[in-house]
């Protein structure tokens, strides 16, 4: 079964430090991972895609790394501000006939506090 | 703004009353996907549609549900005799279909309650 696992599934940090968000997968044949932030209330944004060869890929403080033999997935994100403050969903697309299908974690809810 | 959007972005209702909700993608993709998101969960598939054509349909979208994209641009989201465990965000996200290096953006969702 296709499946997702993100931890923590919360965290709270002071402003200003770092947190690595981690993620899971059980998914055939795999295709690409992606890292989503989730404002309250707002539509997902996509903040990184990686595909099976690539090992790290950054997006301003936001640097994703995924290692496909152990089908682990990691965010870090530095310097945290406020802003940061948002669910992080780890979504793996899956290969399925001509389509791609999308396998999404429960996300990981992260507050940084002034 | 990712550039799709959505209407409404709240609804309240009535157990049993039908709620319709609309989803307009960026104009050039091909591709409308509708996810339902409760709290503390991640998005999951209901349907999608590439053009007007309806490819796949979740084991989530009982027959109470139906979804049209009648001239392939946006797209409606029907729940008929809705019930309390019917109360979830509503997202709409579409794509241009590029194979692996497709990128689904999402509309800001609709939040239905349903008293």
């Known amino acids: 079964k296709n499946q997702v696992e993100q931890s923590p599934q919360s965290l709270i940090i002071l402003e200003g430090k770092n947190c690595t968000l981690q993620c899971n997968y059980t998914v055939s044949p795999f295709s690409n991972l992606r890292w989503y932030k989730q404002d309250t209330g707002r539509g997902p944004v996509s903040l990184t895609i990686?595909?099976?060869?690539?090992n790290t890929k950054s997006n301003g403080r936001y640097t994703a790394t995924l290692d496909a033999d152990t089908k682990q997935s990691s965010l870090h994100i530095t310097a945290s501000q406020l802003s940061d403050s948002a669910s992080y969903i780890c979504?793996?697309?899956?290969?399925?006939?001509?389509?791609?299908?999308?396998?999404f974690g429960s996300g990981t809810r992260l507050l940084v506090r002034p | 703004d990712t550039g799709v959007s959505q209407d409404p972005r709240h609804k309240i209702t009535k157990r049993g009353q039908n709620v319709t909700f609309r989803c307009d993608p960026i104009s050039e993709h091909n591709r409308l996907y509708w996810y339902r998101q409760t709290l503390g969960q991640g998005p999951e598939f209901l349907t999608y549609?590439?053009?007007?054509?309806?490819?796949?349909k979740s084991r989530l979208l009982s027959d109470r549900f139906s979804a049209e994209r009648p001239k392939g641009s946006f797209s409606t989201l029907e729940i008929q005799r809705t019930e309390q465990g019917d109360s979830a965000m509503y997202l709409c996200?579409?794509?241009?279909?590029?194979?692996?290096?497709?990128?689904?953006?999402f509309g800001p969702g609709t939040r239905l309650l349903v008293l």
């Open positions: 996200a579409s794509s241009l279909a590029l194979g692996a290096g497709e990128t689904q953006y």
């Open positions: 979504v793996v697309s899956a290969r399925k006939d001509s389509s791609y299908k999308l396998i």
């Open positions: 990686m595909t099976f060869s690539e």
């Open positions: 549609f590439q053009n007007e054509a309806q490819l796949e």
